[in-house]
């Protein structure tokens, strides 16, 4: 009898077993740092889901660890994490991260076109160079290691600029509050005055037709991992030359040739993504309301943007989707303040070469993208010289993800005006691509797009982010 109960007991210790490792919970010991040359450890403690003495389940650790390391690679201070744990007895784990920063000082030559996009400059402007701003743009990632930012740039070309930012994301213990503040100051002389057919109208003079300074202080509110929450006040000033008013007398929100202004705006994030210069799972919120204090012309505008990512087939496969609404509402029906779709993330792919002026706007895309491959350098070629310098550089890896994409999107503008053949109806566009992912969050997305006016074409996007 008791030899039959043997199996029946094993069984039930075996389950109770898995029940008690799925309900067992640890307590996080000792965190360790290594590779952090600049970094200040507290900055990457910041930005992990637990800390030390946090109580958590057993089942949940692999899962926190994972979150862990997305956090610090989403810093843009890192460009490879490692997040390990190691059990030091049946309750207590301590924690390793290993991190490779980046670099961090890049006093970089500027040369960029001042156009919307890559495309409107090389084919609509014929990749003029009187177009292309160009000098020198110093940008000092993690000034401190305290994850502070500071950039000073002198810019020469068709825009005159002079750019001072720095922003301190930490200021009390806690790690909850931070500053930020910029100047910038800028004279132009050519300037879009006007919208015909839903293209860019541009007067060009061998004076400063445009010119123009704004200074804003800001301050920050981030508390959890996620949620960022902050409120910038700025002043400025804005004036065009009388050319530019006569060829656009509306062309400021007072009609005149000079506005100053004091504005305020207050901004919320909840970002939760994998990877945030190329989210393949994960969610995000964004909202702001601006408010624009100027005598008898202000301006008051809002925008909410949601996006939503999700992996699927082994990882082989993401869906993609964003909405991004934006609402103004307008003084008068003057021209700087009736641009709307085209500008900023309110663009809609195949549509890169018009924009639509209007007092609201919605747009909502669909993405299917699928994981074609990915390669890594190889560090040793066997030829001496370059594989020393091979050991002196940072491991390079390529992703490479075909997709498929539709846009829809609308504008409403109360007074349609200039031809617009793009405002009050709806947008449809589609496409497929090849998005080229690497170091340094450079993303590279070469697409084929049609539109609903039958343009055809392909289309270059990407960038770096140092």
């Keep these: 009898m008791f030899k039959k109960c043997i199996p029946i007991c094993v069984l039930v210790i075996f389950l109770f077993g898995i029940q008690f490792q799925l309900n067992a919970q640890f307590t996080i010991g000792h965190i360790t740092v290594e590779g952090n040359i600049k970094t200040k450890p507290n900055i990457i403690k910041r930005e992990l889901p637990y800390n030390e003495g946090s109580l958590v389940a057993a089942d949940s650790l692999p899962i926190l660890n994972t979150i862990a390391k997305q956090q610090l690679i989403n810093t843009a201070l890192f460009y490879d994490v490692q997040v390990t744990t190691q059990m030091m007895d049946s309750q207590l784990v301590d924690v390793q991260i290993k991190v490779v920063e980046r670099w961090y000082l890049f006093p970089l030559p500027y040369f960029r076109w001042v156009d919307r996009n890559f495309n409107e400059w090389w084919n609509v402007q014929k990749h003029s160079l009187d177009r292309v701003n160009y000098g020198i743009n110093i940008r000092q990632a993690n000034a401190t290691g305290n994850n502070d930012k500071l950039t000073i740039g002198f810019i020469t070309g068709y825009t005159q600029q002079s750019i001072v930012k720095y922003q301190f994301p930490y200021l009390d213990k806690k790690m909850r509050f931070g500053v930020g503040g910029g100047w910038q100051y800028f004279t132009q002389k050519e300037m879009n005055t006007s919208t015909f057919k839903d293209k860019q109208v541009f ?73 945030i210069p190329y989210p393949t799972k994960g969610n995000s919120n964004e909202f702001f309301v601006y408010h624009r204090f100027s005598g008898k012309n202000p301006l008051t505008s809002f925008q909410f943007r949601k996006i939503h990512a999700n992996r699927f087939y082994h990882n082989k496969l993401f869906y993609f989707l964003e909405s991004n609404t934006q609402g103004k509402f307008l003084s008068n029906n003057n021209y700087l303040d009736s641009k709307l779709m085209g500008y900023g993330n309110m663009q809609m792919n195949g549509l890169e070469y018009y924009v639509i002026d209007g007092n609201a706007a919605s747009i909502f895309k669909s993405e299917l993208h699928y994981l074609l491959g990915s390669f890594t350098n190889p560090t040793h070629t066997g030829i001496g010289f370059v594989d020393k310098i091979n050991k002196r550089l940072p491991v390079v890896r390529y992703q490479f993800w075909l997709k498929a994409y539709t846009n829809l999107g609308y504008v409403y503008s109360e007074r349609p005006l200039n031809a617009s053949r793009l405002s009050n109806t709806l947008l449809k566009t589609a496409g497929i691509g090849l998005d080229i992912i690497s170091i340094y969050d450079l993303v590279i997305k070469i697409d084929y797009s049609v539109n609903q006016l039958g343009d055809k074409g392909v289309y270059l996007q990407g960038g770096i982010n140092f």
């Design 203 to 275: 007067t060009n003079t061998q004076a400063i037709i445009q010119k123009g300074y704004r200074a804003n202080l800001s301050l920050l509110y981030r508390p959890n991992l996620y949620e960022r929450h902050s409120l910038q006040f700025g002043v400025g000033e804005l004036s065009i030359s009388d050319s530019a008013k006569m060829v656009q007398p509306v062309y400021l929100p007072n009609y005149g040739n000079k506005l100053s202004y004091f504005d305020a705006t207050v901004a919320f994030t909840k970002i939760n993504f994998d990877y």
